[in-house]
């Protein structure tokens, strides 16, 4: 079985600064991670996913993630944050055997402060 | 359409009541997923379809969820004798075929009273 562990709810930081939100994963399969993030009333987005290729993803708006495999982690970075990033963004992990299920996190929250 | 389509976007019903929840994927989308989140949750897998079967409905929670693809496009997610634990927003998502990018719609939340 699959999961995903969020490990901040939340995360604040101010606009200009880094951002980053940890993920751990637990997978029996060589996993597909991906992160999404929600706007309000707005559709889940695909930020960025690996699929065993290149361990640094590059995602869109200045996001990146890096696959660590010795540590389950997945975390998720921006060199710096802007007002436009606040949202919610979700770690998802798919087992290589069937992708179309997609187990999510519980979520990070992320704030920017001006 | 541009995009995946649920409507409606709000559906308010009372318990015991019947509901059905439709989606419209990206056109030429072969694979739908429906997925339930629940208030400050991440969204959980239901069912998906690759074409119009349901290929795994493993996270449908009981038998009074059911959900259709009569045509490999529009899908319907059908809801008996509801009750208050059944609000939340459930999410549609198509992609073109399994394995690639799925697109999420808005998701319709259903609230019971």
């Known amino acids: 079985a699959q999961s995903v562990t969020q490990l901040d709810s939340h995360v604040s930081v101010s606009e200009g600064t880094p951002v980053l939100l940890r993920c751990n994963y637990s997978?029996?399969?060589?996993?597909?991670l991906f992160w999404y993030v929600q706007h309000p009333n707005k559709g889940l987005q695909l930020l960025l996913k690996y699929t065993s290729a290149a361990t640094l993803v590059k995602g869109i708006n200045g996001f990146e993630a890096e696959f660590k495999k010795s540590e389950t982690s997945f975390h998720l970075t921006k060199p710096s944050a802007h007002m436009s990033d606040a949202a919610e963004y979700f770690c998802?992990?798919?087992?290589?055997?069937?992708?179309?299920?997609?187990?999510f996190g519980q979520g990070t929250r992320l704030t920017i402060n001006p | 359409g541009a995009g995946v389509s649920q409507t409606p976007s709000n559906k308010v019903t009372e318990k015991g009541k019947y509901v059905e929840l439709r989606c419209d994927p990206i056109?030429?989308?072969?694979?739908l997923y429906w997925y339930r989140q629940s208030l400050g949750q991440g969204p959980e897998f239901l069912i998906y379809f690759q074409g119009t079967g349901a290929a795994d409905d493993s996270g449908l929670p009981n038998d009074r969820f059911f959900a259709v693809r009569p045509e490999g496009s529009v899908s319907t997610l059908k809801i008996q004798r509801t009750e208050r634990g059944d609000s939340a927003v459930y999410l549609c998502a198509s992609s073109l075929v399994p394995n690639t990018e799925a697109f999420f719609g808005q998701g319709t939340r259903l609230t019971v009273v």
């Open positions: 998802v992990v798919s087992d290589i055997q069937g992708a179309q299920k997609l187990v």
């Open positions: 997978s029996s399969y060589s996993p597909s």
């Open positions: 056109s030429g989308h072969t694979a």
